[in-house]
């Protein structure tokens, strides 16, 4: 069975940081384009980042970039993204997401809430 399983949200203050992780099973995240998008309560899903096979390139949402980190690990079948200097808009849940193309992602975890307080 193929899945994807987020973890590593929580509640941090304004300016604080978090590390989310994706861990892949059932398939190879090798093979796949990888990303992170996010809701927020009463909005529509939005792409945050994502990362290229073998993490050749990334690519950021302009209301992250400079603050969040996509990586991958590959050998452990895990995408990391890493929230720096976080703020209240950042609240949502984010999702992670593999696509072989890219283009549009077809497989996606549960979720988990990032919630940041001022």
């Known amino acids: 069975q193929v899945q994807l399983v987020e973890s590593g949200g929580g509640l941090v203050q304004a300016g604080g940081s978090l590390r989310l992780s994706c861990s892949g099973s059932?398939?190879?995240?090798?093979?796949?384009?990888m990303g992170w998008f996010r809701q927020a309560l009463g909005k529509e899903r939005e792409f945050v980042a994502a990362i290229t096979w073998s993490g050749a390139a990334s690519h950021y949402a302009d209301s992250v970039k400079g603050r969040f980190t996509i990586s991958r690990d590959d050998p452990k079948n895990t995408v990391f993204l890493q929230l720096n200097s976080l703020k209240p808009e950042d609240t949502a849940v984010y999702y992670c997401?593999?696509?072989?193309?890219?283009?549009?992602?077809?497989?996606w975890g549960q979720g988990t809430q990032v919630t940041v307080s001022s």
């Open positions: 997401a593999a696509d072989r193309t890219g283009i549009e992602f077809h497989l």
């Open positions: 059932g398939l190879t995240t090798s093979r796949y384009v």
